[in-house]
Each structure stands twice: as C-alpha cells, then as structure tokens.
C-alpha cells in the first residue's frame, strides 16, 4: 500500500483524493494507518469508509448476488423444417424442459408460459405463418412437468397445419421466488408441489451426475425409424401381399432419440478440452 498513490485506491474518486492529500494521505497505507471515527466523521460517506476497512483487512464489500432473471427464454432452430404436430410438440417440450431447468437453478417460480412458432423467413417460395401465445398458471411452478405441459396446451392452440416451420421457442415470465408460494384453492395442493419438487430434484441430479438427459419425461423423447419411412414400407408390403398380423411383425424399429441429436449443429463451436477430435493442433 505504500506504493499505491491514494487516487488509484478503488473507491476514492478525484474530489475525495484531493481531500486526503490535503490531510497529508498520499498514499493507500497513509489512509489505511488513520482511526475508523476519523473517517466517518470527515467524510461521512459509507463508500469511502468500506474502503477503509478494505484497506484495514475486514470484509466490508461482499461479491454482489448475480440479478435473477425476470424472464426466461429457449429457442432454436430446426435442423431443416418441421410440418408435423408431434415433433415439433417434441421441441417445444425440450425448450419447455429447460426453462425449468433454468427457473430451479435460480430457485424461482414462474407465473407465464409462453409459446412461439415462426417458418422460414428465407424461403419466399413458402406459406409464412408466425405466432405468439401465453398462458397464465394457475399455481406458480418450476416443475419441468407443470411447464412442459402449459407450453404444450398453448402450442396446440397456435399450431396450423399445411406450414413448414423454422423455429420456435418456449418463454417463462413472471418469475418469482420460489418460496413462499401462493396457491389456488382449487389445484395442487401442497403435499402434491413437494412430491413434484422432491421429483425434479432426483431428475436433476441424475443428469448432473450422468449426462443430460440421462432422464427425461416422455414428451421430450423424439422417435426416429431404423431404414426407410414408415410409408415406403407400408406400401412395400402391400405390394407384397401381406395379411396384417404379417405386416405387425415387419412393423419397423421405432427408438427414442434425444434434444442433442436432434437441433442444428451447423455453426458449433469446437470443444477442445472435452472431445478428442476437437483438440488444438500446433505445427
């Protein structure tokens, strides 16, 4: 501190320096060696006197609580276009999934879910569609279920069929914290809110521990088929002359994929430190 002139200490500004080194403090340690009642009562001012007990050795300024969001939003594009209800349900589901995600880490509730769904801007040869809905809950939740299912019931209504969609997104607003929480008296009740919080809590740590998505609720799953589409070999075995009972047996391999597998991937960015293919090579 010796060697820290007074106006490059944190916190002394240029009114308040020239005022020190009128009282003969030039430096950090010759504000520092001066009485605490000496301080308050010259400059009465707290900021300057935290400064001082930070010179002094006590903890006077703690690290600042990062600001808990007030709205929370997760949206991709598709990695092409989507004309079907149920995949594009699948999506909204995950985004849906990580909103929860996200409200439980900063241990806050949500009070609107929001839905929106856009085609593809680019394509001026295409049908354009965009729309917005919200839905207020009942109950404030950060349970994955609770959201998942809100998002889905306004995807359903702002859903048209006959477009290609791009994109589409899940928003949670009215965020809270998630204690206490002021219930209706016609839904959950608050043995029912601890069963789901005690549920989310296990999911959670499962997947930190694992990899995402160890466990996911079955909206989320999408499903993909081994070979050609369903169609093609419908029609393959109707040709063939098939019975039905047949046809059950031939029935294609269906299996569930998970939400990494299934967005766009064209511009990611390299993991270096995590994936060996990724590794930074020097000549």
């Known amino acids: 501190m010796e060697w820290c002139p007074i106006e490059d200490v944190w916190g002394i500004g240029r009114r308040y320096a020239a005022k020190l080194q009128a009282f003969g403090c030039r430096t ?6 001066h009485h605490k009642d000496w301080v308050r009562l010259t400059f009465n001012n707290i900021n300057i006197v935290h400064t001082w007990q930070e ?15 007030k709205s929370i939003c997760t949206s991709r594009s598709f990695n092409g276009m989507i004309s079907d209800y149920d995949t594009l349900r699948t999506h909204v589901s995950n985004y849906a999934a990580r909103c929860a995600e996200k409200l439980r880490l900063q241990k806050t509730v949500a009070t609107i879910v929001g839905v929106f769904v856009n085609t593809n801007m680019f394509r001026e040869d295409l049908a354009q569609y965009w729309n917005f809905l919200e839905a207020r809950l009942i109950t404030p939740t950060n349970s994955t279920i609770g959201i998942v299912k809100a998002a889905s019931d306004v995807l359903q209504s702002i859903y048209r069929p ?5 994109k589409a997104g899940v928003i949670v607003m009215g965020v809270g914290p998630d204690s206490p929480i002021q219930q209706d008296l016609f839904d959950v009740n608050a043995e ?29 799953q999408y499903t993909k088929k081994d070979g050609k589409g369903k169609a093609a070999i419908e029609r393959e075995q109707s040709q063939a002359g098939l019975n039905s009972a047949e046809r059950k047996q031939a029935r294609p391999k269906v299996k569930a994929d998970v939400f990494a597998n299934a967005i766009k991937h064209d511009y990611k960015s390299k993991n270096p430190t995590t994936r060996w293919s990724d590794i930074i090579k020097l000549k």
């Open 55 to 69: 010179l002094n050795g006590e903890d006077a300024v703690p690290n600042e609580e990062l600001a808990k969001k």
């Open 162 to 166: 006959g477009y290609q969609y791009k």
């Open 28 to 33: 950090a340690l010759d504000f520092a060696k």
């Open 192 to 220: 029912q809110i601890e069963k789901i919080r005690r549920l989310d809590e296990v999911v959670d740590r499962i997947n930190r521990m694992h990899v995402s998505e160890t466990i996911a609720i079955g909206a989320q």
